[in-house]
């Protein structure tokens, strides 16, 4: 089993929609949870961080946690299609732990 | 604020050579600098993880004679490269986390490796 698991996607969705991004984590300590979205070509640039339960909102960004799920989501509303990227979940207990990315495809 | 810089931040050299890749912190303190290398299609990997004055900290498979950091500096951490092959060819990209209570890391702009 992969830590950090994300569907590669990609997933498609037409500009103005609320974009899901879903991922799931093997160690259930982990304490610090992260997005990062990264451009083609490009080092990965961070998007939201979250530590406790529940949701945090960051203008169109909303990053959802459920520890005992062991589950955390980034929700993305009017996207855009400079939004077009890969997501990456990342997790941190003693290190940061990335998963594979989701591409997010917004259509105009 | 929190800008990291990474030079060069492309290089081309030829198998057996050795390069050298710089990650600085602009705008503040880097108490721990990380280094991950990413391969098309592939997420980043952490390679080793250095704390000022201190040896770096090599993940498991990773070898820390052809993979020399030093993080001399709070601001500086570097990345040699030794006997570069064409299988290190990748997209070397560093983080800075600097002291205090939040734990975030910040990245570089990355160094795409390719050796002939």
């Known amino acids: 089993q992969k830590e950090v698991e994300q569907n590669s996607g990609p997933l498609s969705v037409p500009e103005g929609a609320i974009a899901s991004l879903n991922c799931t984590y093997s160690?259930?300590?982990?304490?610090?949870f992260f997005w990062y979205r990264q451009y083609s070509g490009k080092s990965p640039e961070l998007i939201m961080s979250?530590?406790?339960?529940g949701d945090k909102e960051d203008g169109r960004f909303t990053a959802q946690l459920n520890k005992a799920s062991q589950y955390v989501s980034l929700l993305i509303r009017d996207s855009q299609p400079s939004d077009s990227a890969t997501y990456l979940c990342?997790?941190?207990?003693?290190?940061?732990?990335f998963g594979a990315g989701t591409i997010l495809r917004v259509k105009s | 604020g929190a800008v990291v810089s990474q030079h060069p931040s492309r290089v081309i050299c030829k198998s057996g050579t050795s390069v050298k890749i710089e990650c600085r912190s602009l705008?503040?303190?880097?108490?721990?600098m990380f280094w991950y290398r990413q391969f098309p299609k592939q997420s980043l990997m952490l390679m080793a993880t250095?704390?000022?004055?201190?040896?770096?900290?090599?993940e498991q498979g990773v070898e820390k004679d052809k993979f020399l950091i030093n993080h001399a500096s709070l601001t500086l951490s570097t990345l040699t490269v030794t006997s570069a092959h064409p299988e290190d060819s990748s997209f070397y990209i560093c983080?800075?986390?600097?002291?205090?209570?939040?734990?975030?890391?910040?990245f570089g702009p990355g160094t795409r490796l390719t050796v002939l």
């Open positions: 705008d503040f303190q880097a108490t721990t």
């Open positions: 160690d259930r300590v982990s304490q610090s």
């Open positions: 990342a997790v941190k207990r003693n290190k940061l732990v």
């Open positions: 250095s704390n000022e004055g201190s040896k770096a900290t090599y």
């Open positions: 979250i530590y406790s339960n």
């Open positions: 983080s800075a986390q600097g002291a205090g209570a939040t734990d975030t890391q910040y």
